[in-house]
């Protein structure tokens, strides 16, 4: 599994290389960036998803933190991985913009290092959960995305516990229809009843997805 790093992007060497030094003296995995186009230019490197957060400096050149934070939120990464601000300026506009966009946190210089310290480790504990969280939305949708589109849109009536001739009328199908749509959605998503399927839909619904509500029905 990939160890979780603090990728830290501060155009100061000074205080880059002190939060860098100090995070390993707690042995947290760390990279360095000296200004947001050469963070952004490792990240478009990747060739295999990463896991971590982002530490910037908010006023940096010729990039600065809150446009390094929009570049993340565009790439996807802005909601997989935390981003922590750093500002020496008390910039209180900037902070509340960087955290209606996300931001987990934001400081302001001069911090306590024990202080900083736990805020990293609470935010890549925030990460862990996170990740945790859209694994778990990706693993649904390819999984829903083996059924076919009336399949799910009978799941919910098959969730409700409906009887399959009440799903059948409604559906405007056969009762053998649905009786094959439900086998193949139980197998498909390895559930064995409709309470399992109802759970399975609410965590569904929970991590994003968006499943139908029911189907109306037939007139």
Known sequence: MTTPTIYLCDDDEGVRSSIAFLLRQHDLNVLTYASGPELLAALDAWTTPQRGIFVLDVRMEPLSGLQV??????????????????????????????????????????????????????????????????????????????????????????????????????????????????????????????AELATLLAEARAAGIDIPQGTPPAT
């Open 69 to 194: 934070h929009d570049a993340l939120i565009s790439r996807g990464l802005g909601t997989r991985m935390p981003v922590l601000f750093l500002s020496g300026h008390g910039d209180i506009p900037m902070a509340v913009a960087a955290m209606a966009k996300g931001a987990f946190h934001f400081v302001e210089k001069p911090y306590a290092d024990d202080a900083l310290v736990q805020l990293m480790e609470r935010a890549l504990e925030q990460e862990v959960q996170w990740h945790a969280r859209m694994a778990r939305h990706d693993a649904m949708l390819q999984l829903i995305a083996g059924l076919s589109r009336q399949q799910v849109r009978l799941m919910p009536l098959v969730a409700a516990g409906e009887l399959n001739k009440t799903i059948a009328w409604k559906m405007e199908l056969s009762v053998r229809t649905v009786e094959e749509h439900r086998r193949k959605i139980f197998e498909r998503l390895n559930v064995h009843s409709a």
